[in-house]
T-cell receptor
Framework: DTAVSQTPKYLVTQMGNDKSIKCEQN?????MYWYKQDSKKFLKIMFS???????INETVPNRFSPKSPDKAHLNLHINSLELGDSAVYFC??????????????FGQGTRLTVV | AQSVAQPEDQVNVAEGNPLTVKCTYS??????LFWYVQYPNRGLQFLLK??????LVKGSYGFEAEFNKSQTSFHLKKPSALVSDSALYFC?????????????FGRGTQLTVWP
């Protein structure tokens, strides 16, 4: 069983389009995250949800909107895609809002390419 | 401010030799420390963590790391490297006093093990 699964794995789309990435975790965790990994492999947190409540919202363009219908799912919707949005987006989950000593589990990533 | 430094972008070692991937951190309080590994086109996999207690922690695949509070370091080590260890390694830190559980990642170190 895949602990944290994202779909799609690859996404190629044109500038200006709107797209969504879905994430589901079956670990029973109550905190989920979206990270962006740029072309230089730098990982930056975008959002964090705890029990469907947004708790971390980094400086991200408001074209990016996360949605958490329940604590096992955290989707990412991106409006008006731009070339600079091309990156790998990772979903992750962990137990507890404060995280503590618990490690985060990552999905396999979604490689978004905007052309 | 919280931060993690991985001073080496690349580490090259011969198979069978010991390897070290360096990490230093800066947090306002006491840290939880983590190492993750990323294989090409894959998500991050958890390797090991320091919570408390023994400064030497052992993790997956024969890796270990030593927490050094005075030097604010958490270097990853393995006594005998394998070609299959070649991957991108990330150090991460979480402030023990954080209410949001945010993980801060280093920029990653590409490990190449030569046969």
């Amino acid at each position: 069983d895949t602990a944290v699964s994202q779909t799609p794995k690859y996404l190629v789309t044109q500038m200006g389009n709107d797209k969504s990435i879905k994430c589901e975790q079956n670990l029973g965790h109550d905190t989920m995250y979206w990270y962006k990994q740029d072309s230089k492999k730098f990982l930056k947190i975008m959002f964090s949800y705890n029990n469907k409540e947004l708790i971390i919202n980094e400086t991200v363009p408001n074209r990016f909107s996360p949605k958490s219908p329940d604590k096992a799912h955290l989707n990412l919707h991106i409006n008006s895609l731009e070339l600079g949005d091309s990156a790998v987006y990772f979903c992750a989950s962990s137990q507890g809002m404060r995280g503590g000593g618990t490690e985060a589990f990552f999905g396999q990533g979604t490689r978004l390419t905007v052309v | 401010a919280q931060s993690v430094a991985q001073p080496e972008d690349q580490v090259n070692v011969a198979e069978g030799n010991p390897l070290t991937v360096k990490c230093t951190y800066s947090v306002s309080g006491n840290p939880y420390l983590f190492w993750y590994v990323q294989y090409p086109n894959r998500g991050l996999q958890f390797l090991l963590k320091y919570i408390t207690g023994d400064n030497l922690v052992k993790g997956s695949y024969g890796f270990e790391a030593e927490f050094n509070k005075s030097q604010t370091s958490f270097h990853l080590k393995k006594p005998s490297a394998l070609v299959s260890d070649s991957a991108l390694y990330f150090c991460a830190v979480r402030d023990r006093g954080s209410t949001l559980g945010r993980l801060y990642f280093g920029r990653g170190t590409q490990l190449t093990v030569w046969p």
